[in-house]
């Protein structure tokens, strides 16, 4: 264990990547405070005296180590930006990492990325009037680089996804690529405007073990488009992947290495979807992956992401193809989805 670093704030903690980072972050020494959803009457949650029901609703964050003496969960909603500011005073630095998702596409997209935006430079805004916090980190998405009709097989952190191309586009992703692409332009334009200093990371389909309750919308897609019926909706023949321990590791690093500017793109892996298909039919038996609920569905493969940028900052990735698919394999055969 390293010594005391500072308190940092991780928005969106009850997530895949915001939860994995939180562990990480305690890990490294740092005190956390984290936002979630969980019950708008509850402001500051004090982990000691939580309540029954949200100590059990919250429990993989609260029990891990060094939760007890570090950890402080905030109630906070994007609709309400001002609600971020008391989870935020103090801190040294903020995680970006809450986003709307509606793979659903239950409400409009222009409302989407409305409350993606005005969440986000309202974070910011706080950030700012804190002035304690030194360095935002802010996630970002493959979907903010890949989708603009450009043919190349490999895109660095120039590329930008055309709103009008997703659009035309009509995929369930759509809303999430707009308001993605959007509010990672809306906080670069703040960070440059107003001097606060702003990184965004970028990663792509996520995959590896997970300590939130619910089965993570990238996992999930991931082996459905793997070991899923091939259709014209999940006819990828190639994706980018990333561990999300490496994702993690990754912000950290852009946090605290001071030389980080701008953007930077997170993909460790490309890999072959029939060769890692053949790879899982071998070394387990049949793999059934719950199919309900929100994943992505795609018309062509995408360009893949290159992670020079990060790299030649002195990044490395740890995590190799087959530890990400079994340690997700793993932690699914825990939790009861497979």
């Known amino acids: ?47 000691e005296n939580v309540t029954a029901e949200h100590k059990k609703d919250l429990s993989f964050l609260t029990s891990l180590p060094g939760a007890s003496e ?40 222009e409302i989407v990325t409305k409350r993606s935006i005005y969440g986000a ?31 190349f097989d490999q895109m660095d952190e120039s590329f930008w996804s055309d709103i009008d191309y997703v659009k035309s586009l009509e995929s369930n992703s759509g809303s999430y690529a707009i308001s993605k692409t959007l509010t990672e332009r809306a ?23 997970f300590i939130c309750p619910k089965l993570p919308s990238s996992v999930r897609s991931v082996f459905n488009l793997i070991l899923g019926e091939k259709s014209a909706s999940s006819s990828l023949t190639r994706i980018d992947t990333v561990h999300v321990d490496d994702v993690a590791s990754a912000h950290i690093f852009l946090f605290e290495n001071r030389e980080t500017k701008g953007r930077y793109n997170c993909s460790a892996n490309t890999i072959e979807v029939e060769s890692i298909s053949k790879l899982l039919s071998t070394k387990y038996s049949v793999l059934e992956i719950p199919s309900k609920g929100s994943q992505v569905k795609m018309e062509a ?33 825990e939790k009861a989805y497979l």
């Open 187 to 209: 906080v670069l334009e703040f960070s440059e405007k107003h001097g606060l200093e702003v990184v965004t990371l970028i990663p792509t389909f996520v995959v590896g073990p």
């Open 70 to 109: 570090r950890l402080k969960i905030f109630d906070a909603d994007l609709n309400n930006p001002e609600s971020f500011r008391a989870a935020i005073e103090g801190c040294i630095g903020v995680f970006h990492v809450a986003t709307p998702i509606d793979f659903e596409n239950e409400e409009a997209e």
């Open 1 to 47: 264990m390293e010594g005391e670093k500072g308190t940092v704030c991780v928005t969106g903690g009850t997530g895949y990547i915001g939860s994995w980072l939180i562990l990480r972050l305690l890990d490294h020494g740092y005190s956390v405070t984290t936002t979630v959803r969980s019950n708008p009457e509850i402001i500051n949650i004090d982990i």
């Open 301 to 333: 493969n995408s360009p893949s992401l290159s992670s020079k940028k990060l790299l030649d900052s002195g990044f490395q990735f740890k995590h190799g193809v087959e530890e990400m698919f079994d340690d997700a394999i793993k932690c699914c055969k």
């Open 121 to 151: 430079t309202g974070i910011l805004q706080a950030c700012l009037d804190s002035k304690t916090v030194k360095k935002v980190v802010y996630t970002s998405s493959a979907a903010a680089v890949v989708f603009n009709g450009k043919d």
